[in-house]
């Protein structure tokens, strides 16, 4: 079964990325079949069903390297007593007490929710952390069966952590490592740790083993906070990267999630280790934080991602904040233009290729066919050559129209095609109120 997506603009990313005026891209069974020009590809395809993409600019999916699917039913809920006023308190007072209230329909809901948001917002890859201490068990396969049927990939981990119990979340993430294997390309698996201040020496070079042997890397949040930094000083004598990396958690396999507090020395490690960091600029400015060294990074050459660290599912809203925050960190108007869509369009690719052992991020006849089509009739000339001011300033308000993945169609004329969102969102509303409640007597 072959579809021709035919009359958009066409742009293909990747190492050449050509923009294609009239384009049309043939999308054959999971993969690409061909990129050129309608006609051509109609001699090519003569059986072909035809969607028009006229007044609309195709672009390979989008890869979201960071997300907490387990925190929908957060939305919205208040909690009792003074706001929180710094990171470890709004752990402590809201998150570890959401992920302890998760039942197993709270866990399916929680994932079906943002994969519904993930396929309207073009988003066809997600790297995923779960926590759900008070239904650990099978957590994973709920989220990895909410996730085949959105049709979207996603690589998941539980996260182990010893604030509960020691090595909590262990036996959960090695059995989801034994049964996914190196993957089918839909779904991955990793090893998911919470934070260096949350585990002990032995919980997390257990783990790192495990993951060793499994071929798999670790996903751990690294310095979000400037408390995780000082808690590795203080009781390991070494800051946190030293410590992940002399416990056997690096690597090009894994992933070090915020790194806001790190030194000269620690992204040195970073690079040495070839391990990629994932930035979260929303979620960072919400907790106020500080702001990654991202330039730093990249200017040593480290492999930084893009992630939304559970805030949101719309990637390119996400690369307009990173772009808005670094050039008012950095007090500077010429950075960050390139190198906010460089973290979303090629570095997400590049690790997404990590997770999942396929050429994403490119429309290319071979690659697999993961597609987002946004409505966008470009205001001036559009060509490779100014692409990212039309990704700043337009396609980043743009609507997804429609959504490719394994060459399934997601969502069509705007409309979801995989899940019924209604019914999902009033089950979620009748089970969120009951989840605050078990939640208030923690
Ligand atoms: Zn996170």
Not at 187 to 196: D, E, K
Not at 265 to 280: G, K, L, Q, S, Y
Not at 299 to 327: F, N, P, W
Not at 346 to 357: C, K, L, M, V
Request: charged letters at 25%; aromatic letters at 4%; glycine letters at 8%.
């Amino acid at each position: 079964m072959t579809t021709l997506f035919e009359h958009g603009i066409v742009v293909t990313l990747g190492s050449e990325n050509k923009v294609l005026w009239d384009g049309a891209v043939a999308v054959d069974g999971e993969r690409i079949g061909g990129v050129g020009d309608p006609l051509s590809l109609r001699t090519k395809f003569p059986q072909a069903k035809i969607i028009d993409c006229s007044g609309k600019v195709v672009l390979p999916g989008f890869i979201c390297a960071h997300h907490h699917f387990y925190s929908t039913m957060a939305r919205g809920m208040s909690i009792p007593g003074q706001p929180a006023s710094n990171f470890v308190e709004i752990l402590e007072r809201l998150w570890w007490k959401v992920d302890r209230a998760l039942l197993d329909e709270d866990i399916t809901l929680s994932a079906q929710i943002p994969l519904i948001e993930c396929v309207r917002n073009g988003t066809t890859a997600v790297i995923d952390h779960h926590a759900s201490p008070g239904a650990r068990e099978g957590s994973l396969d709920l989220m990895e069966a909410a996730v085949r049927q959105a049709g979207i990939r996603a690589s998941l981990c539980y996260e182990v952590s010893d604030r509960n119990v020691v090595g909590g979340g262990i036996a959960e993430n090695e059995r989801f490592i034994r049964k996914t294997g190196k993957g089918d390309g839909q779904i991955a698996a990793m090893m998911g740790l919470h934070a260096s201040f949350t585990l002990s020496d032995q919980t997390l070079e257990k783990c790192a083993g495990i993951a060793r042997d499994a071929g798999v890397g670790c996903h751990i949040h690294v310095a979000e906070d400037a408390a995780d930094r000082e808690d590795s000083l203080k009781k390991h004598g070494t800051p946190t990267v030293m410590r992940l990396e002399k416990l056997g958690a690096s690597g090009s396999q894994s992933l070090f999630i915020h790194c806001v507090h790190v030194d000269d020395a620690e992204m040195d490690r970073i690079v040495a280790t070839d391990t990629a960091v994932v930035h979260n600029p929303e979620s960072n400015m919400n907790n106020a934080v500080g702001v990654t060294p991202l330039l730093a990074l990249l200017k040593k050459g480290a492999l930084v991602g893009l992630g939304t660290d559970g805030m949101a599912s719309d990637m390119l809203a996400q690369m307009r904040c990173a772009y808005l925050l670094h050039r008012l960190a950095n007090r500077d108007p010429r950075v960050a233009f390139v190198e906010a869509p460089q973290l979303l369009l090629q570095n997400n690719a590049a690790i997404a290729r990590r997770q999942f052992g396929l050429p994403l991020g490119e429309i290319a006849e071979g690659n697999p066919a993961d597609l987002a089509i946004l409505d966008y009739r470009p205001p001036t000339p559009l060509t490779s050559d100014n692409f990212l001011g039309h990704l700043i300033f337009g396609l980043v308000d743009a609507v997804v129209d429609t959504t490719v993945c394994r060459g399934r169609v997601l969502m069509k004329d705007k409309q979801i095609l995989v899940l019924d969102e209604e019914r999902i969102t009033a089950r979620s509303r009748e089970l969120a109120p009951k989840m605050w409640k078990r939640l208030q007597a923690l």
